[in-house]
Structures are given as C-alpha cells and as structure tokens.
C-alpha cells in the first residue's frame, strides 16, 4: 500500500512538473523586458494596444454569437433526440464529433468554393456575412463540446415527465423548451457556453483564411514579430482558458446529483 502511494505521489509530482515549469518559465521571461530588473511593461504594452483591444472585443462578440446559435440548435436537437427519437443517437453522436476529425481548414476552403467571390453565393464579399460564416464555422467547431454537456445534462432529468407535465398544463413547445427544459440544463449549457468561448478567443485557421480581425490572428502576428509580448500574451490566453474551466468546476458544484436516465 505504501509503495503505491508513494509511486502515486511520484506520477503527480511530474506531471505537475511538466505542467508548472514551462508555466513559471513563461511568466518569468514575460517580466524581463526592462534589463536588469522584472517588471511588467510587456503585459502593459499588450493591454494597452489598441489592436489587442478591438481583436479581443471582436472575438468576445464573435463568442456570443457563437454560444447563442449552439445553444439555439444544440438544445432543441437534445431534447427531442431524447424525448421522441433514442434510436437515431449513435448517429448524432458520431455527427457531432466529427470536427474533433475534419480541419478546420477543410471548413475554411469550403465556405472559400461555395461562397467566394466567383461563386453564385459570393457571400464572402460582405463583411457582415463573412462574419456570420465565421460565426457558424466556430459553431461547428464547438459542437461536440456543447453537444456533450447539453445532453449529459439531460441525463439528469426525467425529460419525459417534464414534457408531459408541461403539455398537461397546456404548454407548447417552444414553452416547454424555455421554461421547463432550459433551466434544469442551465449549469450543463454554461459548462458548454464557457468551452466555447475558450475556443473561440483561440481560434487561428478560420479567422486567419477568412481574414478577421480576431484575437488568434492577432496573437500569432505578435508572437512571430516581438520578443517578451507573446509571452505576456500566452498567460493572459492561458489567465482566460483557466478562467473559463474554473467557472465550469464551480457551475458544477450546482448541477443536480443524481442522474436519472429514462432513455
């Protein structure tokens, strides 16, 4: 028993090792830009560049916009998978983890032949749709992140005596989905909205090809032309992601305990 423990704490340490050292390597040349002594200019410098700023505030709204079309599809779809079609399951399942496997490249010169500028469709022409397609191509993305939450969120709910006493109490549809169902999956919704943004502030390939100004573009432009204001801005994005996963942990501290799985 005590060699296994102590074989136990021999894994952790490493592993914590591999994931501390490059992270305290990191914030420690990031504070080296004034010679001779740590300060913090370069994460100044990067905070105070206007260009951070609007790249930054275009990939939060770009996030909003993202996390509000997945849930508007996710949720719905879940629910009537669950309530009236088990069986077709497995095959959205396997649907939605399909951009874990396609590029997102792939995605990228796909809107470029169906909707460049020589096509019937030249919806990449206008600022306003490319952002939408941006929008939808990071939905994509984030699909089987949010897909999984919304439907283990499901799973701890009798979704079936939910909806039958909604439809009792003459509610519709629509009612049943925003009133009823929504709320008991709000902590699973969040979990996959707080996922999404994370990928989203990250995000490179799609805005680079589509040619957004957005906060992974931005992030790459820096890190191939400074020194220390990359590393800055690699804790900031990391500050962001951990951020993100930390409300997830805390949100899951809300969710319900038991997991009632009537399907």
Excluded: H
Aim: aromatic share 14%; with cysteine; proline share 5%.
């Amino acid at each position: 028993m005590k060699t296994g423990r102590f074989w136990a704490w021999v894994v952790f340490i490493l592993g914590a090792a591999y994931f501390f050292i490059p992270l305290i390597a990191t914030v420690e040349f990031s504070m080296r830009m004034r010679r001779g002594a740590y300060s913090f200019d370069a994460y100044q410098i990067v905070l105070g560049d206007a260009r951070f700023q609007a790249t930054f505030m275009y990939s939060v709204v770009a996030a909003i916009f993202t996390i509000i079309l997945g849930v508007l599809v996710v949720v719905p779809a879940a629910y009537w998978i669950r309530l009236r079609l088990p069986q077709i399951r497995p095959l959205v399942e396997f649907i939605t983890l399909l951009p874990l496997v396609i590029p997102a490249i792939v995605i990228v010169f796909g809107y470029i032949r169906m909707y460049g500028s020589n096509s019937p469709l030249p919806f990449l022409a206008n600022d306003t749709a490319t952002n939408a397609l941006l929008v939808i191509g990071y939905a994509t993305l984030s699909l089987p992140y949010m897909y999984r939450a919304v439907d283990t969120g499901l799973r701890t709910i009798d979704v079936r005596t939910l909806t039958e006493a909604a439809q009792i109490l003459g509610a519709g549809w629509s009612t049943i989905i925003t009133r009823v169902i929504l709320p008991n999956v709000l902590i699973a919704v969040l979990s996959g909205a707080f996922l999404t943004f994370a990928i989203v502030i990250g995000e490179f390939t799609m805005a680079s090809l589509l040619n957004r100004p957005a906060f992974g573009p931005y992030l790459q432009n820096i890190g191939a032309n400074r020194a220390y204001e990359p590393a800055a801005l690699a804790i900031i994005a990391f500050a962001i992601t951990w951020g993100c996963m930390s409300l997830i942990q805390i949100l899951s501290r809300f969710a319900p305990k038991s997991a009632n799985r009537t399907n």
